[in-house]
């Protein structure tokens, strides 16, 4: 075999589908012994679950791929693919957004009618799932129209307690990093004698894709935080 037909052999290997799908995968939930949501595994690369295993994915397009044990291959395999040109990913996204809402989000939010100006306000008026960045002070927010009210947050075995209040007409309110809020899957808000249930998922810091991060809300149930996060790249990739 002369160094020509080497090359080219080389060549086309490098352009099988699976190699030019190669792209990097991110974990957003797992119950397998190496694998931690937000870490980031290649499509292409060998994974092998064992049985009672799973794992779920998110690819550069907003794509989720759900992968149960016995499983050995490529996530690429199950339709993990390389990111797609950014706009096709944004349509397809949208496209399939009302589709997991239904199966996801009205399951875990409710209706999920709230509609949010900002991807990254925690909605402390109702109960339901709620995403934050990891090492982020949540901004609590409440619907328009409110008067002057006391809050109070704490986590379900009570240790621990944080103060606030809502000035007359104010929706948003940035708290103070709260450090054990991370620990956390679920708080509860205490507000004229009422507890609401809130739910804690913590996106990890690395994850700054936005189609990404846009799946990991719809994937957690966080349906007004990805509809507000959609419309955001929506009128983005709009014409100027």
């Known amino acids: 075999m002369n160094k020509l037909t080497t090359w080219a052999l080389g060549a086309a290997i490098a352009l099988t589908?699976?190699?030019?799908?190669?792209?990097?995968?991110?974990?957003?939930?797992?119950?397998?012994?190496?694998?931690?949501?937000?870490?980031?595994?290649?499509?292409?690369?060998a994974l092998t679950l064992k049985e009672g295993e799973r794992v779920t994915l998110i690819a550069p397009d907003g794509k989720t791929v759900a992968l149960r044990g016995p499983f050995s291959g490529a996530p690429a395999s199950r339709g993990g693919g390389a990111a797609a040109d950014p706009?096709?990913?944004?349509?397809?996204?949208?496209?399939?957004?009302?589709?997991?809402?239904?199966?996801?989000?009205?399951?875990?939010?409710?209706?999920?009618?709230?509609?949010?100006?900002?991807?990254?306000?925690?909605?402390?008026?109702?109960?339901?799932?709620?995403?934050?960045?990891?090492?982020?002070?949540?901004?609590?927010?409440?619907?328009?129209?409110?008067?002057?009210?006391a809050f109070t947050v704490f986590p379900i075995d009570r240790s621990w307690r944080a103060d606030f209040t809502w000035a007359a007409g104010q929706t948003a309110l940035k708290a103070p990093r709260l450090q054990k809020l991370e620990a956390?899957?679920?708080?509860?808000?205490?507000?004229?004698?009422?507890?609401?249930?809130?739910?804690?998922?913590?996106?990890?810091?690395?994850?700054?894709?936005?189609?990404?991060?846009?799946?990991?809300?719809?994937?957690?149930?966080?349906?007004?935080?990805?509809?507000?996060l959609l419309a955001r790249l929506q009128s983005a990739s709009l014409p100027q």
């Not at 100006?117 to 328009?144: N, Q």
């Open 87 to 149: 706009r096709q990913a944004l349509a397809a996204l949208v496209s399939t957004r009302n589709a997991r809402a239904s199966s996801i989000g009205a399951v875990r939010a409710g209706a999920g009618a709230v509609k949010l100006d900002d991807p990254w306000l925690i909605d402390i008026s109702r109960p339901g799932p709620r995403c934050l960045h990891e090492g982020t002070a949540p901004i609590w927010w409440r619907p328009a129209g409110g008067g002057q009210q």
């Open 17 to 45: 589908p699976a190699a030019a799908m190669a792209a990097k995968m991110i974990v957003i939930d797992a119950r397998a012994g190496s694998l931690k949501p937000g870490m980031s595994v290649e499509s292409t690369a």
């Open 184 to 228: 956390l899957t679920m708080f509860i808000v205490r507000t004229d004698g009422q507890e609401i249930a809130v739910g804690v998922n913590m996106i990890p810091r690395d994850i700054t894709d936005e189609l990404v991060l846009a799946s990991w809300m719809l994937e957690k149930g966080c349906i007004p935080q990805a509809d507000a």
